[in-house]
């Protein structure tokens, strides 16, 4: 198992950066694919990014070219560089980890919110 925690949200202005970081305990952090969401209120929670174990990344659309995840697997830590934010960008974002052969994502951290005012 492993427990997540987020941390470096806040409030920024529209053309702003900003750092997320996840913190990882429990065993074998480097077998997950780790993987970014968000949900901005009356949304549904959506895909960021993802990163595999050997550093493989996938980015939603909306955040390509901006954001960029990245993991360091000895200090159990991923992090989303969030470059360009935009009021859309405004969310509590959520850190999530699966098995590499599971199909859904079993671990979540609480969250943590990012405002981008205009």
């Known amino acids: 198992q492993v427990q997540l925690v987020e941390s470096g949200g806040g409030s920024v202005e529209t053309g702003d950066s900003l750092r997320l970081s996840c913190a990882a305990s429990?065993?074998?952090?480097?077998?997950?694919?780790m993987g970014w969401f968000r949900q901005a209120p009356g949304k549904d929670r959506e895909f960021v990014a993802r990163?595999?174990?050997?550093?493989?990344?996938n980015y939603a659309d909306s955040v390509k070219g901006r954001f960029t995840i990245s993991r360091d697997n000895g200090r159990q830590r991923v992090d989303l560089q969030m470059n360009s934010l935009k009021p859309a960008d405004a969310a509590v974002y959520y850190c999530?980890?699966?098995?590499?052969?599971?199909?859904?994502?079993?671990?979540w951290g609480p969250g943590t919110q990012v405002t981008v005012s205009s």
């Open positions: 999530a980890a699966r098995v590499i052969t599971a199909v859904r994502y079993g671990y």
């Open positions: 990163i595999l174990s050997d550093g493989t990344t």
């Open positions: 429990g065993s074998s952090f480097s077998n997950y694919v």
